[in-house]
């Protein structure tokens, strides 16, 4: 194609949900008070962390980094989804469209790494108790989330480069409520099979290698547990690993179903209706998985609001 003769797109319509009139103003309450939650519930594990002494220890310093993450995601992609009820329809650049796919995918990125490197933080607790202290030291943990950023950034940086790369020359309708690689490839004018490729080899290294790394580390974990004498050990133990494995299920079996599952006989309210799940409910629902199967969360909960009660009262 003559490089001449194309128009390139410079504006962006996002179409979101489709819904009637007269349930707008539900559908902009409900998707509000999901962010106002996700934003709250998020905030507080960083300050639960933060504040209790008692929850100074790997396993909630990687849940406050998945926290962190929850809440630019929520942030990068709640707000376009209010606006497009409100309006029916979202206009945005084509940069900025690009700059929410890039953000997008280094916080999806980096919670696969970091919900990996989680399995095996409860790998060595459980398997290797003796060796935890020395292997998963502060030192350690901030290497390894470091690390989960510098991947995701570049994984990002990479597939943006490759987008920009392509010609766009319409229409430029994306049928989603969030600028996501598939739908703005269908905008491409160009033969966007190398793209393709990338992304579903890019998929497999860092959706598929990180899950599969999750199952053997929880096949050691599972098989360390019942090989504890008394039930109620085993029970204890569990519940140590078992809210972060409810999330792995949640989130990557969605992963999995959008981007990986072949989608020919799939509508594309399907897919939004899948993709709402990773991008907006698993962000809200983390914190309360969290924190619903935790003592020690409901502890630290139980003594900020006597601390903030007893500094209220004393004030008077």
Same mark, same amino acid.
């Given at each position: 194609?003559?490089?001449?003769?194309?128009? $390139?797109?410079?504006?962006?319509?996002?179409?979101?949900?489709?819904?009637?009139?007269?349930?707008?103003?539900?559908?902009?309450?409900?998707?509000?008070?999901?962010?106002?939650?996700?934003?709250?519930?998020?905030?507080?594990?960083?300050?639960?962390?933060?504040?209790?002494?008692?929850?100074?220890?790997?396993?909630?310093?990687?849940?406050?980094?998945?926290?962190?993450?929850?809440?630019?995601?929520?942030?990068?992609?709640?707000?376009?989804?209010?606006?497009?009820?409100?309006?029916?329809?979202?206009?945005?650049?084509?940069?900025?469209?690009?700059?929410?796919?890039?953000?997008?995918?280094?916080?999806?990125?980096?919670?696969?790494?970091?919900?990996?490197?989680?399995? #095996?933080?409860?790998?060595?607790?459980?398997?290797?108790?003796?060796?935890?202290?020395?292997?998963?030291?502060?030192?350690?943990? #901030?290497?390894?989330?470091?690390?989960? #950023?510098?991947?995701?950034?570049?994984?990002?940086?990479?597939?943006?480069?490759?987008?920009?790369?392509?010609?766009?020359?319409?229409?430029?309708?994306?049928?989603?409520?969030?600028?996501?690689?598939?739908?703005?490839?269908?905008?491409?004018?160009?033969?966007?099979?190398?793209?393709?490729?990338?992304?579903?080899?890019?998929?497999?290294?860092?959706?598929?290698?990180?899950?599969?790394?999750?199952?053997?580390?929880?096949?050691?974990?599972?098989?360390?547990?019942?090989?504890?004498?008394?039930?109620?050990?085993? $029970?204890?133990?569990?519940?140590? *690993?078992?809210?972060?494995?409810?999330?792995?299920?949640?989130?990557?079996?969605?992963?999995? *179903?959008?981007?990986?599952?072949?989608?020919?006989?799939?509508? $594309?309210?399907?897919?939004?209706?899948?993709?709402?799940?990773?991008?907006?409910?698993?962000?809200?629902?983390?914190?309360?998985?969290?924190?619903?199967?935790?003592?020690?969360?409901?502890?630290?909960?139980?003594?900020?609001?006597?601390?903030?009660?007893?500094?209220?009262?004393?004030?008077?």
């Amino acid at each position: 194609m003559d490089q001449r003769n194309v128009t $390139r797109i410079t504006k962006i319509h996002l179409l979101g949900f489709q819904i009637p009139q007269s349930i707008t103003f539900l559908v902009f309450f409900i998707f509000l008070l999901i962010y106002c939650v996700t934003i709250s519930g998020n905030l507080l594990i960083i300050t639960l962390v933060s504040y209790s002494k008692s929850l100074h220890s790997p396993m909630y310093f990687f849940l406050t980094q998945l926290s962190v993450l929850d809440v630019v995601l929520a942030t990068d992609i709640v707000p376009n989804i209010i606006c497009t009820v409100l309006t029916k329809k979202t206009v945005m650049s084509f940069s900025d469209c690009l700059a929410q796919f890039y953000f997008f995918v280094i916080i999806e990125s980096s919670e696969c790494l970091l919900l990996t490197v989680m399995s #095996w933080d409860r790998y060595l607790a459980i398997c290797k108790p003796l060796h935890y202290t020395l292997k998963m030291n502060h030192q350690v943990c #901030w290497i390894l989330v470091i690390l989960c #950023w510098i991947v995701s950034v570049l994984i990002a940086l990479v597939y943006t480069v490759t987008i920009s790369m392509l010609q766009f020359c319409g229409p430029n309708i994306i049928d989603h409520f969030f600028c996501d690689f598939n739908p703005i490839l269908q905008l491409s004018c160009s033969d966007t099979t190398a793209a393709q490729f990338e992304g579903m080899f890019l998929g497999v290294i860092f959706v598929v290698m990180p899950f599969f790394i999750i199952i053997v580390s929880y096949a050691y974990i599972i098989s360390t547990i019942f090989k504890i004498p008394s039930i109620t050990g085993r $029970r204890k133990v569990f519940s140590t *690993c078992s809210s972060h494995l409810t999330v792995v299920c949640i989130y990557y079996g969605t992963l999995v *179903c959008v981007y990986l599952i072949p989608n020919r006989g799939q509508t $594309r309210d399907v897919t939004k209706l899948i993709s709402l799940l990773y991008t907006v409910v698993t962000p809200m629902i983390n914190p309360l998985i969290y924190s619903l199967r935790n003592k020690e969360l409901k502890q630290g909960v139980g003594k900020l609001i006597q601390n903030i009660l007893d500094r209220h009262l004393s004030k008077k």
